[in-house]
């Protein structure tokens, strides 16, 4: 008897250990997966900064008689892309909406379908315009990017203050948007 409880304590030991080692080494491993993540967005975001936009997409914008005398935060998204980071990153520019102006933000999505589209802004409460653009509109679309993306854009014509989301650093987004506030003050 005593035999059987000493082998049942040695199995439970065991047991205890091999989990505790799994959970130490997996937890290390998802951190260095997440560090080669963001190191690789931040080498896309000096890639593209201050590299001028297409032409083409003003053409969008006049389209939609958008105004561009003065600076606008545009965030590109696509239905592809992280859905939770897209509606993240749209619950925080929501906020700062409020504090800028819908009128100085536009959203570029690539979705296959308008109808859907149109739901998804009036859902996420959205009152900018919420344009439909190809998923390789932008040089930067064809980066093996699975979050979406921010920047200014005005008459300069250039990727300003390119922002990368990450999905596990909400708190990245938040200082992005208080650091680029100073766009829209009047």
């Not at 939609?64 to 520019?93: A, N």
């Not at 802004?121 to 040089?139: A, H, R, T, W």
């Not at 200014?152 to 708190?171: M, P, W, Y």
């Amino acid at each position: 008897m005593k035999k059987i409880i000493s082998i049942q304590l040695l199995l439970a030991a065991l047991i205890f250990i091999g989990f505790f080692l799994f959970v130490k080494f997996n937890t290390i491993k998802t951190n260095r997966v997440e560090g080669e993540s963001y190191s690789k967005t931040i080498n896309i975001q000096n890639e593209y900064k201050n590299k001028p936009v297409p032409d083409s997409l003003f053409e969008v914008f006049n389209d939609q008689e958008i105004d561009f005398t003065h600076p606008k935060l545009v965030f590109r998204f696509s239905q592809v892309y992280c859905g939770t980071c897209v509606t993240r990153e749209i619950r925080l520019i929501s906020k700062f909406a409020n504090k800028i102006g819908w009128g100085n933000i536009v959203f570029l999505a690539t979705n296959r379908d308008n109808e859907e589209l149109k739901r998804f802004q009036k859902v996420s409460g959205v009152e900018s315009p919420m344009l439909n653009i190809s998923f390789d509109f932008f040089e930067i679309d064809k980066e093996p990017l699975d979050t979406p993306y921010m920047f200014i854009l005005d008459s300069d014509t250039i990727f300003k203050e390119l922002f990368i989301s990450t999905k596990e650093i909400e708190e990245r987004t938040q200082l992005y948007l208080n650091r680029i506030s100073n766009y829209f003050e009047q």
